[in-house]
């Protein structure tokens, strides 16, 4: 290793640490908002064939379209919780195809749209969001797993749980790794650091994402946190830590399928920062951006969201079209269409049920409410 020789004087220069810091983490691209190339390099080592790229477009318009839809059914109370996710749809979803039905997810509740990629059933996530117990059965349609943690609500308690995960797959000697994702206010919680410093120091198979969207609910990025850049907080923990353009798909995948190069292969985690942009509310909840963002902030936002560059650089390869992309988006708000029927004409959750599943054991008294609720059919 190089010996880095410094003076006194420069180790006590504190200014310059901070300008050294911002300037450690330049952003991998490798399309520009213009949807052209612009490392050819990472494109060719990204070993994307035409079919995966496709694959990646229909996959973000999946989630686009999940979440049109899931927003206007949230408005008329026929969903239940949902957070947005337009604008973050290279950062989750051409990540996420980087990973196999072998790795273990670990979703924050934004990430539902990577849990449907792996195979989650949409009607299973509709009942996830009105908090049906079935909603938490990880499994195809066909009856097989999916390798699925729940959808974390706790901000950063994911971290800690994955971690635990990536040691048991590192000591079965698996060729498999979690694959975590939490947002920037994520990357402020205690559970964040535990987590990333547990997995670095048994070398656990962990690929961790960090979400830079901008906000956690109204506080901007730069409020809740005075770190430049959160990747260097993996760094603090001795984990390869790196910046990407969320927006960009082909850099995302390009990021992730070398982090899990790197995990599998028995060297540790690698951390992911994925610049993005939240374009819409918090959740469906009654959140209104606007009351601490500009509607030109989120304007300016629109215009560098993920699908149009993929758009562009599919379309210039003779891959995409809009006829395709209709004809895709026909399909997928059908299947959208008969998964809400189907999450309908599941029996409804009785207050005994949900008791049942709080605990592996019901407590004494517990057990004294479901045989009540029970009792009065409930
Ligand atoms: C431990 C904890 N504290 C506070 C909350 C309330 N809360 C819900 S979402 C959220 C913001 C999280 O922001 P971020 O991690 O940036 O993710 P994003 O929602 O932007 O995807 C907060 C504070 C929570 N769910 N859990």
């Known amino acids: 290793m190089m010996a880095i020789t410094k003076t006194n004087a420069q180790i006590l220069d504190f200014t310059a640490q901070l300008v050294a810091q911002d300037e450690e983490f330049p952003m991998l691209q490798v399309l520009n908002n213009e949807g052209k190339v ?17 694959k990646i477009m229909k996959n973000m318009v999946l989630s686009r379209q999940l979440d049109i839809r899931s927003t206007k059914l949230a408005k008329q109370g026929r969903f239940g ?22 790795d273990w997810i670990f979703p924050g509740y934004r990430d539902i749209p990577e849990i449907i990629a792996k195979g989650w059933p949409i009607w299973k996530a509709i009942l996830w969001s009105r908090g049906h117990q079935l909603g938490n059965e990880y499994t195809t349609e066909d009856g097989r797993e999916v390798k699925s943690w729940f959808p974390q609500i706790i901000i950063g308690a994911q971290y800690v749980e994955a971690a635990g995960v990536a040691l048991g797959l590192k000591k ?8 975590v994702y939490t947002g920037d206010g994520g990357s402020s919680q205690g559970d964040f650091y535990e987590g990333i410093n547990f997995a670095s120091a048994y070398k656990a198979n962990a690929v961790f994402f ?14 809740q946190t005075a770190a430049q850049h959160l990747a260097a907080k993996g760094w603090a923990s001795g984990i390869p830590s790196i910046v990407v353009d969320g927006n960009d798909a082909v850099a995302m995948y390009l990021a992730a399928k070398e982090a899990r ?34 509607q030109g902030d989120i304007d300016e936002w629109w215009k560098k ?28 708000d059908a299947e959208i269409d ?41």
Do not use: C
């Open 210 to 223: 960090v979400q830079n969207n901008g906000y956690a609910i109204s506080t901007p990025r730069n409020l």
């Open 38 to 54: 612009v490392d050819e390099d990472g494109l060719k080592r990204s070993e994307l064939t035409d079919d995966d790229l496709v």
């Open 261 to 294: 190069a790197w995990a599998t292969a028995g060297n540790g985690p690698v951390l992911i920062e994925t610049m993005t942009n939240r374009l819409e509310p918090h959740s469906t909840a009654g959140d209104d951006p606007l009351r601490y963002r500009t």
């Open 81 to 102: 919780f949902f957070a947005p996710t337009a604008g973050q749809e290279a950062s989750q979803m051409a990540s996420a195809y980087a990973f196999n039905d072998e």
């Open 338 to 378: 008969t998964a809400i029927t189907t999450a309908d004409n599941v029996e409804k959750q009785k207050i005994s049920d949900y008791l049942k599943h709080t605990l592996e054991v019901p407590s004494q008294v517990m057990q004294e409410q479901i045989a009540k609720f029970e009792s009065e059919g409930k």
């Open 172 to 179: 079965r000697s698996k060729d498999a790794v979690v694959y």
């Open 305 to 332: 969201e993920p699908l149009i560059r993929m758009r562009i650089f599919l379309e210039g390869k003779k891959l995409w079209s809009e006829e395709i992309e209709a004809a895709y988006i026909a399909e997928v």
